[in-house]
């Protein structure tokens, strides 16, 4: 008895000690760095839901997430002007109206930036807790503890789950939702449905991926009664926590304009609107559902929620130009996605599931099609959607369930296997830390590394304006580096961070100091291409590079150019 009451202390002082170094992690990430151009719009976005009591703002995520953000800066009572919200179908007025909420309440927006983020600290730590009890319950306690350390450490989730953006802690409720359905499946009680309901209602609000998990839902409920002879949960418990789901939902958007008429909205999107709502005016909007058979049908969902998938839709069918290892095109790649994992993901975790993989054909478990499906389903469905290829983290959702997947090695009881486990474990965790705290522009060691990354992606995979606290402390403490001129990707004015900067002139005549993030070096338009010809003499974390302009090397691009010297 004694023996066991020390194992399970240790144990539990061996969880508790790897949650508090990932709390500090991201305590340490969300202090030093800038607030990123997905955050701006979020934090003002969740303070305008809370004192209006509206969701106009920001339709394309659900509100859970920013107004968790915005609760403590609200007690701050920061300055805000919510006149730029025009509250139309078209343009995104979350970015306008952010970019004035730190113009208003300058050097203190970063404070309540901060503030914001640490607030949020609680949705990782809940994400690193079900990876360990889900990997646990399928495979033991070792397993547990694998899929513990692959969250813990994932240079994916530190570098996003130290932001208010909505995708690690989405993906974290979201993990939540299929442990509660796994173990609803397993014993479908009152309690159980009621906690899955809930679950699935809590991961629905932090992001619209998950609502993919309705039909997959479904799909494993068929399943799991298709092939379990013991327990068959009956279905109208699964309605009861689809039900559950939905009225979280509503109740989410403080039961804001449900149940209107499917016929009564206004769609930018093809696919609400019809295939020529891109030729008409977008500002009047349009409806494919008129005059059918569904015009009248009551939508059982926040006017908001359905609206804010509308523009997602309309997003997603613009072809933006996008841009993979050097190339630049409109539209995108089915393989964009799978081709930023293999960049953006440690070797260890793809040498991990190759691993898992093989142990997989041995020992396949019923369960594993609980824990894998919502992944795969989330993964081709965001590669699918080929209009926009510009965030990796739109499959961030997916990782954790194979954390705990990858945890199943743990089950292999062979000596050398376990030593090289730990080898690929120390791997895994030293390739993350060692560009920490820039977990946002980690590339692995295959790829050459963070310094190599704008060879494959740009965009938030690797410039999102989070440096720009770390140029001001760069510049203060090179006061010869004046004055300075400055070129990057965030949208808020970086005077209001104290740096005193000059705007790149078009013709780079000038001798001098330069300050340009990778985004603007690689731009499509090519602007500042030229930059390419010399070595940086710093860099700010790696999305800002700091060049130091000698009157030999303007002159140099002046004959080149065919400017006059």
């Known amino acids: 008895m004694v023996n066991k009451i020390v194992q399970q202390d240790g144990k539990m002082i061996a969880i508790g000690g790897i949650l508090f170094v990932h709390l500090l992690l991201l305590i340490y990430s969300a202090t030093i760095h800038s607030p990123t151009n997905g955050e701006i719009p979020a934090l003002s976005a969740g303070l305008y839901h809370w004192q209006t009591g509206e969701f106009n703002l920001f339709r394309v995520n659900p509100p859970l997430v920013r107004m968790v953000a915005a609760l403590p800066v609200l007690f701050c009572k920061p300055k805000t002007d919510w006149s730029l919200n025009h509250d139309i ?46 990997g646990k319950e399928l495979y033991g306690t070792t397993s547990g503890f694998i899929a513990l350390i692959l969250w813990c450490f994932s240079p994916t989730v530190l570098g996003h789950a130290s932001t208010i953006g909505p995708d690690a802690h989405a993906a974290a409720c979201g993990l939540l939702a299929v442990y509660l359905f796994w173990h609803w499946l397993q014993s479908p009680t009152v309690s159980a449905t009621m906690f899955s309901g809930f679950a699935l209602g809590l991961a629905e609000l932090t992001k619209t991926t998950w609502l993919v998990l309705f039909p997959v839902w479904i799909l494993l409920w068929l399943f799991w009664r298709m092939t379990n002879q013991n327990q068959k949960p009956s279905v109208s418990a699964l309605c009861s926590i689809l039900l559950i789901g939905m009225i979280c939902i509503n109740i989410g958007y403080g039961g804001e304009r449900v149940f209107q008429p499917l016929g009564s909205f206004r769609f930018i999107s093809k696919t609400f609107g019809g295939a020529d709502t891109e030729t008409n005016n977008k500002m009047k909007g349009k409806n494919r559902f008129r005059g059918t058979i569904l015009e009248k049908l009551p939508v059982p969902f926040p006017q908001n929620y359905l609206l804010g998938i509308d523009i997602q839709r309309s997003d997603f069918e613009f072809h933006s130009k996008n841009y993979l290892c050097g190339k630049w095109k409109y539209g995108g790649w089915w393989y964009y996605y799978l081709s930023a994992f293999v960049v953006k993901e440690p070797v260890a975790l793809s040498l991990f599931i190759l691993f898992s993989l093989f142990v997989s054909y041995k020992l396949f478990r019923q369960d594993e099609i609980i824990l894998l499906l919502p992944a795969v389903v989330i993964f081709i469905l965001v590669s699918s959607q080929t209009g926009m290829n510009q965030h990796y983290r739109y499959v961030l959702g997916a990782i954790p369930f194979l954390f705990v997947f990858i ?10 296997f376990g030593l090289m486990i730990l080898l690929l474990l120390t791997f895994y965790c030293g390739s993350s830390l060692a560009v920490f705290p820039h977990s946002l522009s980690y590339f692995n060691e295959a790829a050459g590394g963070s310094i190599s990354g704008r060879r494959y992606l740009l965009g938030s995979n690797l410039e999102w304006g989070q440096d720009i606290l770390l140029l001001k402390k760069w510049i203060d403490n090179h006061p010869e580096c004046h004055p300075i001129f400055v070129s990057q990707s965030s949208y808020f004015d970086i005077g209001i961070a104290g740096i005193q900067s000059e705007k790149i002139p078009d013709d780079i005549t000038t001798p001098g100091w330069y300050a340009v993030g990778v985004n603007d070096i690689h731009d499509r338009e090519k602007k500042y291409r030229y930059f390419l010809r010399f070595e940086p003499v710093g860099m700010i974390g790696y999305s800002i590079y700091i060049y130091h302009m000698a009157p030999d090397a303007t002159n140099k691009l002046r004959g080149e150019t065919g400017l006059p010297e």
């Open 407 to 416: 945890a199943k090695l743990g089950t292999v009881r062979r000596r050398l």
């Open 89 to 134: 179908l078209v343009g995104r007025d979350e970015f306008p109206v952010g970019n004035e909420f730190i113009r208003l309440n300058g050097e203190n927006s970063f404070r309540y930036f901060t503030l914001a983020r640490l607030f949020c600290i609680p949705f990782s730590i809940l994400g690193a807790v079900v990876c360990y009890r889900f």
